[in-house]
């Protein structure tokens, strides 16, 4: 058995979180948040038996699909403590997925 640990963008969730328990796979969220942008982001916690692995891989592939962003970030001093917001491009979505051995599963 696998833990597969799926970091992904909170407007994701939903789509995946469906995908995922629509081929029978067991999901549990947490909400976290972004190191980068301090934004949200939902992981997910999935148990697998080592057989299925692969298929949850491909439908966070299939959901999860990268994509651009405009942000705005005060990087300009102007005067002192005054910023001027400087937009940027930055891709986000996509997952961070960790594969994990499972030594002992319990359901109770």
Known sequence: ????IAIIQD???TN???KLTEEEFRVTKLASTGGFLKSGN???LIGVDDERVEDVVKIIEKVCKPRDITATV???PVVEDTFIPYPYN???GGATVFI???DRYERI
Do not use: P
């Open 42 to 44: 939902t992981t997910l």
């Open 90 to 92: 930055i891709k986000i």
């Open 16 to 18: 995946l979180i469906s």
């Open 100 to 102: 994990l051995d499972v």
């Open 11 to 13: 407007e994701d969730t």
């Open 74 to 76: 005060s990087t300009i």
């Open 1 to 4: 058995m696998k833990l597969v």
